[in-house]
């Protein structure tokens, strides 16, 4: 999975595989987490929104379940 590094405070890269829709952040803390089941759509409003971290708190982290890479 390609990954883009990105402008935000906690998060360092985002990548998006949209053959199995699955999203993968970097965080500045290290750690690599995988989310499942997450839309094109909604990668693309994380990757354009003004607030990386605010709207992956709003929109991805309470919907997706994540797990440690």
Sequence with gaps: MDM???QSS???EIGYDA?????????NSGGIYEYDGVELNEFVG????SSIGGH???YIKPHHKARRV
């Design 56 to 58: 992956f708190h709003k």
């Design 19 to 27: 053959n199995t829709s699955v999203l993968r952040l970097h965080f």
């Design 4 to 6: 883009m590094p990105i």
């Design 10 to 12: 906690h998060i360092v």
């Design 46 to 49: 994380l990757s354009e929104a």
